[in-house]
């Protein structure tokens, strides 16, 4: 992870060392660490001002980081930010199942800032079997907190890594008798594809490194996902989005491949 990090880094310090050769005419050129620094990596958006965006969708699943979380359900997000700060407030509202007897409505809390592809946030995840802000480390409901970061390579190359950690809150898991914290994680490799005529596809694998929430076993891997999304533009600052997903999760004892349908609405 941290090579892959380090590369803008040292194509930076390669191009500096060599320095640039001036032409006949006098124009400066590239030289080849330049050259690959610009094509690859040279693209970090530099911070501007108010930002916002929101979307809505409905979706056949409920799935996230290999974990099957519910039936059909509808979700929105609202994202506000300024320089590279930014806040996200995200609802689901759903059923457990198909049989739509039982639902589970649940609002989550970002805060978090993000620049030159690394994105470092702090998440609260509230369930309304829990009162709000209830920090209780219970071992099969409640609300949890996670610390996680993301680094991006570029937009040429959306190569990402993520790391979440749970905190506190609700992570607790059973060991000789005794409730302790677990400090669930879940590490994630994923490659966003940009494809012709508005469609992207986008996969994923990742593992919890140890026994957690996510796995009472152990170590294991947790998900492989694939997404095919398809976005149209309807206005300057908004669109439509269709979507279908596939995620397997090897370590499951139940639901081990999930399909899902989604289709979303957003402003930006």
Same mark, same amino acid.
């Given at each position: 992870?941290?090579?892959?990090?380090?590369?803008?880094?040292?194509?930076?310090a390669s191009?500096?060392?060599?320095?640039?050769?001036?032409?006949?005419?006098?124009v400066?050129e590239?030289?080849?660490?330049?050259?690959?620094?610009?094509?690859?990596?040279?693209?970090?958006?530099?911070?501007?001002?108010?930002?916002?965006?929101?979307?809505a969708?409905?979706?056949?699943?409920?799935?996230?980081?290999?974990?099957?979380?519910?039936g059909?359900?509808?979700?929105?997000?609202?994202?506000?930010?300024?320089?590279?700060?930014y806040?996200?407030?995200?609802?689901?509202i759903?059923?457990?199942?198909?049989?739509f007897?039982?639902?589970?409505?649940?609002?989550?809390?970002?805060?978090?800032?993000?620049?030159?592809?690394?994105?470092?946030?702090?998440?609260?995840?509230?369930?309304?079997?829990?009162?709000?802000?209830?920090?209780?480390?219970?071992?099969?409901?409640?609300?949890?907190?996670?610390?996680?970061?993301?680094?991006?390579?570029?937009?040429?190359?959306?190569?990402?890594?993520?790391?979440a950690?749970?905190?506190?809150a609700?992570?607790?898991?059973?060991?000789?008798?005794?409730?302790?914290?677990?400090y669930?994680?879940? *590490?994630?490799?994923?490659?966003?594809? &940009?494809l012709?005529? /508005?469609?992207?596809?986008? =996969?994923? #694998?990742?593992?919890? @490194?140890?026994k957690?929430?996510?796995?009472?076993?152990?170590?294991?891997?947790?998900?492989?996902?694939?997404? *095919?999304?398809?976005?149209?533009?309807? &206005?300057?600052?908004? /669109?439509l989005?269709?979507q =279908?997903q #596939?995620?397997?999760? @090897?370590?499951?004892?139940?639901?081990?491949?999930?399909?899902?349908?989604?289709?979303g609405?957003?402003?930006?």
């Amino acid at each position: 992870m941290l090579c892959i990090g380090a590369l803008p880094f040292v194509f930076s310090a390669s191009a500096y060392a060599r320095g640039n050769e001036l032409t006949n005419e006098g124009v400066k050129e590239l030289t080849k660490g330049q050259e690959i620094r610009q094509k690859y990596f040279d693209d970090y958006s530099k911070p501007v001002g108010f930002t916002y965006n929101a979307q809505a969708r409905i979706q056949t699943s409920y799935l996230w980081r290999g974990l099957y979380c519910g039936g059909m359900n509808i979700q929105a997000s609202a994202n506000v930010g300024y320089g590279g700060l930014y806040f996200d407030m995200w609802w689901n509202i759903g059923v457990t199942d198909w049989t739509f007897k039982v639902f589970e409505p649940e609002v989550d809390f970002t805060l978090g800032f993000s620049r030159w592809g690394l994105n470092v946030y702090a998440l609260y995840i509230h369930n309304f079997d829990s009162p709000f802000f209830d920090f209780h480390n219970y071992a099969d409901h409640g609300n949890r907190l996670e610390l996680g970061a993301r680094y991006t390579l570029s937009s040429k190359i959306p190569l990402s890594i993520l790391w979440a950690t749970r905190i506190a809150a609700s992570d607790a898991i059973i060991q000789n008798g005794e409730v302790v914290r677990a400090y669930s994680s879940y *590490l994630e490799i994923s490659y966003t594809q &940009a494809l012709p005529s /508005g469609f992207s596809v986008y =996969g994923a #694998i990742g593992m919890t @490194p140890w026994k957690s929430g996510y796995n009472p076993n152990g170590a294991a891997l947790q998900n492989i996902e694939v997404r *095919l999304s398809k976005d149209w533009s309807v &206005a300057e600052h908004c /669109g439509l989005m269709l979507q =279908g997903q #596939i995620a397997v999760n @090897p370590s499951a004892p139940v639901n081990v491949i999930n399909l899902n349908a989604v289709f979303g609405v957003y402003l930006k």
